[in-house]
């Protein structure tokens, strides 16, 4: 049943491009939004990408050829930084990875994606950092049998760590 109602939701949002999000997480996201993407001239908010909202318990965000989805746990979960970093990471899979440029592994797909949201988020103003935070809660919500995700998750808050502000051009 709730397969089918987030598909429902996916489908209308998919022909009418409006947001099934609450009032508050609308304004909300067309905050983070704007900030991620102050020169959108589109009528979607995220730099033209559709954003859809799917009513999951579990925290996640998904790019598809369709736009970005985010979980209303992962919402709820995640301060301000912390979605931004999520959008950005998605948007890094949608500009890098649809269609893949070439065969990737998932992993080495998702590094390029948070290295691609670190400097976005960096350079619109956000905590280029928030992405370790954001990790952090979702391991927490993995289940203890999940130790090779647990231990994927934790390779990348490694990575992040590495991240340079002084090494980055905004302008580039
Ligand atoms: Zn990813």
Same mark, same amino acid.
């Given at each position: 049943? +709730?397969?089918?109602?987030? #598909?429902?939701?996916?489908?209308?949002?998919?022909?009418?491009?409006?947001?099934?999000?609450?009032?508050?997480?609308?304004?909300?996201?067309?905050? %983070?939004?704007?900030?991620?993407?102050?020169?959108? #001239? #589109?009528?979607?908010?995220?730099?033209?990408?559709?954003?859809?909202?799917?009513?999951? $318990?579990?925290?996640?965000?998904?790019?598809?050829?369709?736009? %970005?989805?985010?979980? +209303?746990?992962?919402?709820? @979960?995640?301060?301000?930084?912390?979605?931004?970093?999520?959008?950005?990471?998605?948007?890094?899979?949608?500009?890098?990875?649809?269609?893949?440029?070439?065969?990737?592994? +998932?992993?080495?797909?998702?590094?390029?994606?948070?290295?691609?949201?670190?400097?976005?988020?960096?350079? @619109?103003?956000?905590?280029?950092?928030?992405? *370790? #935070?954001?990790?952090?809660?979702? *391991?927490?919500?993995?289940?203890?049998?999940?130790?090779?995700?647990?231990?994927?998750?934790?390779?990348? *808050?490694?990575? @992040?760590?590495?991240?340079?502000?002084?090494?980055?051009?905004?302008? $580039?």
């Amino acid at each position: 049943m +709730r397969f089918l109602a987030v #598909t429902i939701l996916f489908l209308v949002s998919a022909c009418t491009s409006t947001w099934q999000f609450s009032t508050f997480e609308q304004i909300r996201l067309e905050h %983070i939004a704007a900030q991620l993407c102050p020169n959108n #001239t #589109t009528d979607q908010p995220l730099c033209g990408i559709p954003l859809a909202l799917d009513v999951s $318990e579990q925290p996640n965000a998904y790019a598809s050829y369709f736009g %970005i989805t985010l979980t +209303r746990a992962l919402l709820r @979960m995640m301060n301000d930084n912390e979605v931004a970093f999520a959008l950005a990471h998605e948007i890094g899979h949608k500009v890098l990875h649809f269609p893949p440029p070439e065969p990737i592994s +998932r992993e080495m797909g998702e590094l390029q994606a948070d290295g691609f949201a670190q400097f976005v988020t960096f350079c @619109m103003g956000f905590d280029p950092f928030a992405g *370790i #935070t954001n990790l952090e809660k979702l *391991i927490n919500h993995i289940p203890p049998e999940g130790v090779k995700a647990k231990t994927f998750l934790s390779y990348r *808050i490694g990575v @992040m760590k590495n991240f340079d502000s002084s090494e980055v051009d905004c302008n $580039e």
